[in-house]
């Protein structure tokens, strides 16, 4: 096998070191006065731009200023002559190899390193991964072992700086990469010896003056003497690792801080975090901090993460605080901004930072500050969330809540202080304005103030208090608190739609868990029933007290004796059910009743009891109310409000529990027979009959399907199911749009229950009740999906108005009702045809139920491939067909409404995919089928104009790149065939025809097929010029892009969210040869992508704006760095695809704040 560059290189460089060391001659570096005046800084980072220009021409550079720095050994003139050969063992005379070998052997590891991009800091293996950490201490154990002796001897420390310096800037990544790293960890370990030597050098000036300060008797002169003497050895030492550092920091970070690849410039953060923090005499000054400062604005996450990190640790040390005054106040925004980063765990770690900001340094965030990281606590990502939360706990309810220490001894937290986290709590939540939700606020604020938002009883005492001075949006809120801590404590999750990366919890998590949940459950079983009591009026409050049981453990009613309060809570309950008729209140009020209704429990035949009296109340009731309404003709609105809030109450109970024995189904079918006859039943009573009866139905279903059901069983229910999709169906035709969606639903959950997939998983005795819908049905049902659905809605202004809110909700019911419509096609209940309706809507409300039919789509194709092409083509057909009856034959292709029927069949064309072969019969049929039809309707005899329908060609050109070069051929053919029946005036060919025949001409193939049927994407490599042509190129980009003076502070990319701006396309160049990342604007290239074309000064792929990743210029370096890189040009097939023409969709600009960012460039 071929061994790895790696190898090769190591092998090369110990065959140069082998030669080296079998002589005995060290060849002297020449250094003459021409050489050692190469001293600046331009010389050291310039690079040539030919190719054996590189680290070796700065490598030798290095040598020769060291050389002169340091005078020269004598040597006897004759030792390089004697020196100059070896003698070999059979006697003959070997010349000694030269001192370029090992150049020649790094050369040759760079030319290894081209062909492959692998090194060891980027391999994978689980050897590779511990490389770098034995890399690190290999460096750190050098130093180490060299700190007393070897390390300040001049040759070896030197000629090492020089090879990583050298290397650092090496074009080769790998060497540039690993030379880095090695360099900086180098650093790192001199500023530890250089640590040591300033406490070395301490204690010596303290021995020193102790020993001075002695008497003169006492004094010893050798000891004075001696200790002067270490004193000056100490001193050499220090200026010698400081020249060393100042070497490493100037000849390696000063360039690689700002590389174009991102772990070198993390590699350099992080290093510089640490010198700071371990030798903060020297480094900690804002000469040093101006890099973190710059490199904040990075565009890499890494980057940007490991100077948020330095930061954190040089802030957290309260000694070094005072020196950080003047960096903060130039960059504090810059922090403050990065807590809307669009990176997640980099905008955590912002918000981290800046609470250690806050309590290190008073003063310095301002109260504009605070609040622009407030918002924060209700994020999605729940990291980020709860660092927000963190913050606004320190903020504003540490300094009021917190326990001090009193005489030494920290006193028992009173009853004061809790309230004052909540009123504070109370009046942060509701005056900010927010958030609707606390539950969000409770989530965000639960690991830092847990305990405090655990403290139920605190909580209770506030709402059971008489003289309590809070308003009815407090107590709305402190409930919703109560509730949300008691759903967090009892589920250990957030709430819905917001993300963690927890998997589960851990035993411990889970134990804390428990044992919160019976505290929880002991406290508020005894004040439940009280808190019902005082709220049982407010629908708002009541609600969400009723949802307390979700989260008890009901068990400890029967295991401490609670019963006696279980009494308490039934008769609250029934008085709540009785009392309110909003949804929200008796759902409740059923959910908890249903929950304590379980068998398993002891008091279950109390609760049972106590049920059966409530729904005997509300049927008693029910029966007397509707004998009035079916004796008399006109009921006031009295009458009319108690029979919809029974029947309301009632359906309500159906959905949680069996009430067939109390036999509702008929006087409800006769409620429903006299409202579809007459019409003088209210609406408000027609609604819940129409639900009392869909859930009377569903539970006799249930009871059949749970047991060997006889056949009288099954035909009475098959009729009670045929007589309410009957009354249902004339309840589409009713006045009252409720009414109409209302039996709409219930119509498609009847249709898929009964549909033929009942019958599936050993259910054949079932069949009896299967039903298909007749044909007038189905028809109605599209009609309702065509008047109710696919209508053009409003313009939402913001999303924060009555009127959004009331357009939002509006188009999640639309929304319902489409998903039920497109359920019965999925499962057969109505014909698949009947999907066109649905299809030809696909591209005109994309925004709203884009994501619906997208899906719908996709499950038809994997039913039947054929039947859903046909599909597709029949909605095309019937879009053509009503525009061509609007508008008429002439200039149709130029109307809006024609080019959004293209775009729907450039979006039908993307959804079969890659699979050409697969699709090849489909795509083919779907050809001939739109040539038969663009030419169905022929024009009058002796007409030249041509046919209505033929405009439709140009809709099918949109499906001509699925197709295979062999099939196109045939369809001209066949086209040519079906248009000698139509006369046609000579020289004129119609434009349709002509756009048609294009799309089908070879050239038109835009991607290319293999044998096997799947798309070639087509490769190219991209070969740089010659050698010369390279350079001539290289110095007219560097004359045309190089600004006339390079700025002292790069510019950076800032990742803050900026509204209101577009996302900029930015392409990185580089000078020349340099591998340095290349800030200055005038590098920046902008203007109209489409417009640059592929050539020798620019090797640039075409830009597009949605795209940044296909922006890159191919520099002479990144070709060097991935030599094997092949630029692929493909279609882009993906199913969601939008126009390249267009604009982003509106959908885009209302995305959640922490969601994106908008890259912005500050020159700093």
């Known amino acids: 096998s071929t061994s790895s560059p790696l190898r090769r290189a190591v092998a090369g460089g110990r065959r140069s070191v082998s030669a080296a060391s079998s002589s005995s001659v060290s060849v002297a570096m020449p250094c003459d006065d021409g050489d050692s005046k190469q001293t600046s800084e331009g010389d050291s980072e310039s690079l040539s731009a030919g190719e054996g220009s590189d680290f070796e021409d700065s490598l030798r550079r290095n040598g020769k200023k060291r050389a002169a720095k340091r005078p020269l050994k004598p040597t006897p003139a004759k030792l390089p002559k004697k020196r100059s050969q070896t003698v070999r063992a059979n006697g003959q005379k070997e010349s000694e190899p030269p001192a370029s070998d090992l150049f020649d052997a790094v050369k040759g590891a760079k030319s290894d390193m081209q062909d492959s991009g692998d090194y060891p800091l980027t391999a994978s293996g689980p050897s590779w991964k511990k490389f770098q950490g034995s890399f690190c201490e290999f460096v750190r154990t050098l130093v180490y072992q060299c700190q007393y002796g070897l390390l300040?001897?001049?040759?070896?420390?030197?000629?090492?700086?020089?090879?990583?310096?050298?290397?650092s800037d090496s074009q080769v990544r790998a060497f540039r990469h690993t030379s880095t790293l090695a360099a900086m960890k180098l650093m790192t370990s001199l500023v530890r010896v250089a640590l040591q030597l300033s406490l070395h050098k301490d204690n010596n000036?303290?021995?020193?003056?102790?020993?001075?300060?002695?008497?003169?008797?006492?004094?010893?002169?050798?000891?004075?003497?001696?200790?002067?003497?270490?004193?000056?050895?100490?001193?050499?030492?220090?200026?010698?690792?400081?020249?060393?550092?100042?070497?490493?920091?100037?000849?390696?970070?000063?360039?690689?801080?700002?590389?174009?690849?991102?772990?070198?410039?993390?590699?350099?953060?992080?290093?510089?975090?640490?010198?700071?923090?371990?030798?903060?005499?020297?480094?900690?000054?804002?000469?040093?901090?101006?890099?973190?400062?710059?490199?904040?604005?990075?565009?890499?996450?890494?980057?940007?993460?490991?100077?948020?990190?330095?930061?954190?640790?040089?802030?957290?040390?309260?000694?070094?605080?005072?020196?950080?005054?003047?960096?903060?106040?130039?960059?504090?925004?810059?922090?403050?901004?990065?807590?809307?980063?669009?990176?997640?765990?980099?905008?955590?770690?912002?918000?981290?930072?800046?609470?250690?900001?806050?309590?290190?340094?008073?003063?310095?965030?301002?109260?504009?500050?605070c609040e622009s990281i407030y918002p924060v606590v209700y994020a999605s990502n729940r990291a980020l969330a709860s660092a927000a939360g963190e913050f606004l706990y320190w903020k504003l309810f540490y300094p009021e809540c917190e326990t001090r220490a009193v005489g030494g001894r920290e006193r028992r937290r009173s009853p004061r202080p809790q309230r004052t986290f909540f009123y504070l709590l109370l009046s942060f939540f509701v005056e900010s304005e927010l958030h609707d939700h606390a539950a969000y606020l409770v989530d965000s604020l639960w690991d830092c103030a847990g305990p405090l938002l655990k403290d139920w009883e605190s909580l209770t005492s506030l709402l059971l208090e008489k003289d309590q001075n809070l308003g009815d949006v407090q107590e709305s809120t402190l409930i919703e608190i109560l509730v949300s801590s008691v759903r967090q404590a009892s589920e250990g999750h957030p709430p819905v739609g917001r993300v963690t990366g927890k998997k589960g919890l851990t035993p411990k998590e889970r134990k804390i868990q428990a044992d919160d949940k019976v505290k929880l459950t002991e406290h508020l079983i005894p004040l439940l029933p009280q808190l019902l009591a005082k709220f049982s009026a407010d629908a708002e409050k009541v609600a969400p007290l009723l949802q307390l049981l979700n989260y008890f453990d009901l068990n400890?009613?029967?295991?401490?004796?609670?019963?006696?309060?279980?009494?308490?809570?039934?008769?609250?309950?029934?008085?709540?059910?009785?009392?309110?008729?909003?949804?929200?209140?008796?759902?409740?009020?059923?959910?908890?009743?249903?929950?304590?209704?379980?068998?398993?429990?002891?008091?279950?035949?109390?609760?049972?009891?106590?049920?059966?009296?409530?729904?005997?109340?509300?049927?008693?009731?029910?029966?007397?109310?509707?004998?009035?309404?079916?004796?008399?003709?006109?009921?006031?609105?009295?009458?009319?409000?108690?029979?919809?809030?029974?029947?309301?109450?009632?359906?309500a109970f159906y959905n949680a529990h069996d009430l067939t024995r109390w036999e509702l189904y008929e006087p409800c079918y006769q409620l429903l027979r006299k409202a579809v006859d007459t019409g003088e039943v209210p609406h408000q009573v027609t609604l819940p009959a129409l639900t009392l009866v869909y859930f009377s139905i569903l539970w006799t279903l249930t009871h059949i399907s749970g047991s060997d059901a006889s056949q009288k069983q099954l035909l009475d229910l098959k009729g009670r199911m045929v007589a309410f999709c009957e009354?249902?169906?004339?309840?589409?035709?009713?006045?009252?749009?409720?009414?109409?969606?209302q039996a709409f639903v219930l119509l498609s959950d009847l249709l898929l229950i009964f549909s033929p997939q009942m019958i599936i998983g050993g259910r054949e005795f079932l069949r009896p009740l299967v039903f298909i819908p007749e044909a007038t049905l189905q028809s109605e049902l599209a009609s309702f999906l065509m008047d109710h659905v696919f209508i053009q809605p409003g313009e939402l202004s913001g999303g924060h108005s009555q009127e959004d809110h009331l357009q939002i909700e509006q188009?999640?019911?639309?929304?319902?009702?489409?998903?039920?419509?497109?359920?019965?096609?999925?499962?057969?209940?109505?014909?698949?045809?009947?999907?066109?309706?649905?299809?030809?809507?696909?591209?005109?409300?994309?925004?709203?139920?884009?994501?619906?039919?997208?899906?719908?789509?996709?499950?038809?194709?994997?039913?039947?491939?054929?039947?859903?092409?046909?599909?597709?083509?029949?909605?095309?057909?019937?879009?053509?067909?009503?525009?061509?009856?609007?508008?008429?034959?002439?200039?149709?292709?130029?109307?809006?409404a024609f080019i959004e029927m293209r775009d729907l069949a450039r979006r039908f064309a993307l959804s079969f995919g890659p699979q050409q072969l697969q699709n090849r019969d489909l795509v083919v049929m779907l050809h001939k089928e739109g040539i038969k039809f663009s030419l169905s309707e022929l024009p009058p005899a002796g007409s030249s104009s041509q046919p209505p329908n033929l405009a439709f060609l140009e809709?099918?050109?949109?499906?001509?790149?699925?197709l295979f070069h062999q099939d196109k051929q045939l369809l001209l053919s066949y086209l040519e065939k079906c248009l000698q029946r139509v006369s046609q005036a000579p020289g004129r060919p119609w434009g349709p025809v002509t756009t048609y025949c294009h799309s089908l001409s070879p050239g038109e193939n835009t991607a290319e097929v293999s044998p096997q049927g799947y798309p070639r994407s087509k490769k190219r490599r991209v070969e740089g010029p010659s050698?010369?042509?390279?350079?001539?190129?290289?110095?007219?980009?560097?004359?045309?892009?190089?600004?006339?003076?390079?700025?002292?502070?790069?510019?950076?990319?800032?990742?803050?969210?900026?509204?209101?701006?577009?996302?900029?396309?930015?392409?990185?160049?580089?000078?020349?040869?340099?591998?340095?990342?290349?800030?200055?604007?005038?590098?920046?290239?902008?203007?109209n992508p489409r417009s640059r074309s592929l050539s020798p000064q620019h090797f640039q792929t075409p830009l597009n704006p949605s795209d940044p990743g296909l922006g890159k210029q191919l520099t002479r370096l990144s070709l060097m760095e991935e030599d094997e890189e092949e630029l692929e040009i493909h279609d882009d097939l993906s199913e969601d695809w939008q126009g390249s023409g267009k604009s982003s969709s509106s959908s885009e600009h209302r995305l959640d704040l922490l969601d994106s960012t908008e890259l912005n460039t500050e020159d700093f």
């Not at 300040?152 to 290397?167: A, E, H, K, R, V």
């Open 727 to 741: 009354l249902c169906q004339s309840c589409l035709s009713d006045v009252d749009s409720e009414i109409q969606e």
């Open 556 to 651: 400890i009613y029967c295991t401490r004796r609670l019963e006696k309060h279980l009494e308490l809570l039934l008769q609250q309950l029934q008085e709540v059910v009785v009392k309110h008729a909003e949804p929200a209140v008796l759902e409740a009020g059923a959910h908890a009743l249903y929950l304590l209704c379980n068998p398993e429990f002891t008091f279950f035949t109390r609760v049972d009891f106590a049920r059966s009296q409530l729904v005997d109340l509300l049927t008693d009731r029910f029966q007397q109310e509707l004998e009035e309404l079916l004796q008399s003709s006109f009921l006031d609105e009295d009458e009319v409000y108690s029979l919809a809030a029974t029947l309301k109450r009632l359906s």
């Open 1027 to 1087: 050698r010369q042509h390279r350079e001539d190129i290289s110095a007219s980009q560097e004359e045309s892009l190089q600004p006339n003076s390079i700025p002292a502070t790069p510019m950076l990319t800032s990742t803050a969210v900026k509204s209101g701006q577009p996302l900029g396309a930015s392409e990185e160049m580089e000078e020349g040869g340099s591998s340095e990342l290349a800030f200055p604007q005038g590098l920046y290239l902008l203007g």
């Open 811 to 896: 188009l999640h019911q639309r929304r319902r009702l489409l998903a039920g419509f497109c359920k019965l096609l999925l499962y057969g209940v109505l014909e698949m045809d009947a999907a066109s309706d649905v299809f030809k809507h696909y591209s005109k409300f994309y925004n709203d139920y884009g994501d619906i039919i997208k899906e719908t789509l996709t499950r038809a194709r994997q039913i039947d491939r054929s039947h859903c092409s046909r599909i597709l083509l029949l909605s095309l057909k019937q879009l053509y067909t009503e525009l061509l009856q609007e508008q008429g034959p002439q200039g149709l292709n130029e109307l809006p």
């Open 955 to 962: 809709l099918l050109a949109e499906f001509s790149p699925r």
């Open 152 to 167: 300040y001897d001049g040759f070896p420390m030197d000629n090492l700086i020089s090879l990583l310096t050298g290397l």
């Open 205 to 369: 000036q303290r021995q020193y003056e102790a020993e001075r300060n002695k008497g003169p008797g006492q004094r010893a002169p050798e000891r004075l003497e001696s200790l002067l003497e270490k004193r000056r050895e100490l001193q050499e030492h220090q200026e010698e690792i400081e020249g060393m550092m100042n070497a490493l920091f100037r000849g390696v970070f000063v360039h690689r801080y700002r590389d174009v690849l991102p772990e070198i410039r993390a590699i350099c953060i992080e290093e510089i975090g640490s010198w700071m923090q371990s030798y903060s005499t020297s480094f900690l000054t804002d000469s040093y901090l101006k890099y973190i400062g710059w490199t904040l604005h990075d565009k890499h996450r890494d980057v940007r993460l490991k100077c948020l990190k330095a930061l954190k640790g040089l802030y957290g040390n309260q000694d070094l605080t005072s020196r950080l005054e003047l960096f903060t106040s130039r960059f504090k925004d810059r922090m403050v901004s990065m807590v809307m980063d669009r990176e997640y765990d980099v905008a955590v770690e912002a918000v981290r930072l800046l609470i250690v900001i806050l309590k290190s340094m008073d003063g310095v965030l301002t109260d504009a500050d």
